[in-house]
């Protein structure tokens, strides 16, 4: 039985590997080149068979995927940034609609499609239906050099909200729980799940980075980040799973979590994990869809197929027009556009349902079809779309500015690449009157001050308050800044300086050489949000 499934496991990633470089001269998906290894190898062959074995390694793939897709793609502090905002309502409405669009061919409330789902079975079906791919969205936008642009910003924020809501909801209506859905059992699942998410916040934001760091500098050891981060994710899913979650919303979860760990130990994890799961477990894990493919569904009444793919379609559509044209957006069909930009998520909830028992192997191989049919043709769609739409000045970046924005606009920029070495600073001599007449300016609440000797400390305006303004002439600058705070190096990447001055609450921090600790100057949150708008105005 190992022997077979290390046979197994063997041709299904060498074929998948190659399929994908041949398939690759024709502009095809490399899920598309995976599913078809799948279809070769197992329904018109027979050589590969699923077995205990096989089904370990492609549960690894789920988690490990949905991980990446917390940890690279989604972005907490964005959705929370946009809740108050036109982005959010752009999203909600293009996910209610949608989903309530495809709950109609779903579930039976209102005509029975013979699909024989219960409501938490139709609930996430249609939400794999209404779910927009923001990996999708950002690939065209790049390849289109539209990222950074007006157009770029709304497409993406929105996708991102929309695709972090569908997704929760999705993970909801799978695991135990869905198995007996009442209202005591929502209320505790949701207290459950609350505790889940602020322990994985707690141990992701304040207990691993450290320890990594600690461990690395005592021990190292290669490659122990990478390992920790692995080991931290297999623990996660069992304590998803034992709450009555399905483990791959507890490795979301983390992957969520662990998306506001430092630039530099991104750069430690994410190439690794990527390699491991882009050589072996992704090329595995979608060849399985593949092999569960089937024409059963080929039984189902032709009018029932043909509703299954037109509601859903015309619900994502409206919906994101809708909710566009809501939020008064200039260009409504443009985003409603992007918006119907399906990936390889929705293949992988699909097997997750199917593995589940939530769906049958007929409604499985319908929807991976038609899945398969979005990801080839959604994208020269959007771009087609993106093309179209009329340039227009430069839109003001959401504040905060999101993370996973940052990292396409600033990625491999440097602290280095943006400071002034000659910008003059407020130095300790001056009197709080004369540092508030001649220094202070709109949009700056900190300031780095010098002596002859270098950096002293950071003044807060809100400092002032607490100081009469008849002593303002009386008082030296210095009695006033305060001396112990955080700093960057020259040599840090861009977004962890602004991660940096996020969690500390400062608009200004000082810069340091690494070898010799010298104070070389500042930056400011600013400084950072001029350089992306710059690179906006640029790639018009």
């Given at each position: 039985m190992l022997e077979h499934a290390l046979l197994s496991t063997g041709l299904l990633i060498v074929v998948a590997k190659l399929a994908e470089g041949i398939l690759q001269r024709f502009r095809l998906n490399s899920i598309v080149a995976y599913t078809a290894t799948g279809i070769l190898l197992g329904p018109v062959t027979g050589i590969v068979e699923i077995n205990s074995y096989l089904q370990i390694l492609l549960s690894i793939g789920i988690f490990l995927y949905f991980f990446l897709i917390g940890l690279d793609e989604l972005d907490?502090?964005?959705?929370?940034?946009?809740?108050?905002?036109?982005?959010?309502?752009?999203?909600?409405?293009?996910?209610?609609?949608?989903?309530m669009a495809s709950l109609v061919v779903t579930f039976d409330l209102i005509?029975?499609?013979?699909?024989?789902?219960?409501?938490?079975?139709?609930l996430a079906l249609a939400g794999v239906l209404s779910l927009t791919s923001l990996g999708v969205v950002a690939k065209v936008l790049i390849d289109a050099d539209r990222?950074?642009?007006?157009?770029?910003?709304?497409?993406?924020?929105?996708?991102?909200i929309a695709e972090l809501i569908v997704l929760l909801v999705i993970g909801f209506t799978i695991g135990e729980h869905a198995q007996h859905v009442s209202l005591d059992g929502v209320l505790i699942l949701l207290a459950q799940i609350a505790v889940f998410i602020v322990g994985t916040w707690v141990l992701a934001g304040r207990v691993i980075p450290p320890l990594i760091e600690l461990l690395e500098r005592l021990l190292r050891v290669p490659q122990l980040s990478f390992g920790l981060i692995l080991g931290v994710l297999f623990i996660a899913v069992v304590g998803a799973e034992e709450i009555g979650l399905h483990g791959s919303l507890g490795a979301l979860l983390l992957g969520v979590a662990l998306s506001r760990l430092p630039h530099q130990v991104h750069r430690d994890i994410i190439?690794?994990?990527?390699?491991?799961?882009?050589?072996?477990?992704v090329p595995l894990f979608f060849s399985s869809a593949g092999l569960h493919l089937s024409l059963s569904f080929t039984e189902m009444q032709i009018w029932t197929i043909a509703a299954l793919i037109v509601v859903p379609l015309v619900g994502n559509f409206a919906g994101a027009w809708l909710g566009a044209s809501a939020a008064r957006f200039e260009m409504p069909f443009t985003i409603a556009t992007g918006l119907m930009a399906k990936g390889?998520?929705?293949?992988?909830?699909l097997l997750v349902l199917l593995e589940n028992g939530v769906i049958g192997p007929d409604i499985f191989s319908l929807f991976v079809l038609i899945m398969l049919a979005y990801i080839l043709l959604s994208p020269p769609a959007i771009s087609f779309a993106v093309s179209r739409a009329k340039p227009r000045d430069p839109l003001p970046l959401p504040h905060p500015v999101p993370p996973?924005?940052?990292?396409?606009?600033?990625?491999?920029?440097?602290v280095g690449d943006i400071i002034d070495r000659n910008h003059p600073h407020p130095e300790t001599k001056l009197t709080v009157r004369e540092f508030a007449d001649q220094w202070v300016g709109a949009g700056q609440q900190d300031y780095v001050i010098t002596d002859r000797d270098g950096f002293v400390g950071i003044v807060s305006l809100a400092m002032l308050r607490y100081l009469p303004k008849h002593a303002w002439s009386d008082t030296p600058l210095s009695r006033i800044a305060?001396?112990?705070?955080?700093?960057?190096?020259?040599?840090?990447?861009?977004?962890?300086?602004?991660?940096?001055?996020?969690?500390?609450?400062?608009?200004?921090?000082?810069?340091?050489?690494?070898?010799?600790?010298?104070f070389v100057g500042s930056i400011t949150s600013q400084d950072v949000l001029d350089l992306i708008t710059t690179e906006v105005r640029g790639s018009r």
């Open positions: 907490v502090s964005a959705f929370m940034s946009a809740i108050h905002r036109r982005f959010f309502v752009a999203a909600l409405i293009s996910v209610v609609i949608p989903i005509f029975d499609f013979g699909l024989g789902l219960d409501f938490s079975g139709s990222l950074r642009q007006p157009i770029g910003i709304e497409m993406f924020t929105v996708a991102l190439p690794g994990m990527k390699s491991v799961a882009d050589g072996f477990f390889v998520a929705e293949i992988a909830i996973s924005m940052i990292r396409f606009a600033l990625d491999d920029i440097t305060r001396a112990t705070t955080p700093n960057t190096w020259v040599d840090e990447p861009v977004e962890d300086a602004l991660q940096l001055m996020t969690e500390s609450s400062l608009t200004a921090i000082p810069v340091l050489e690494r070898e010799s600790k010298a």
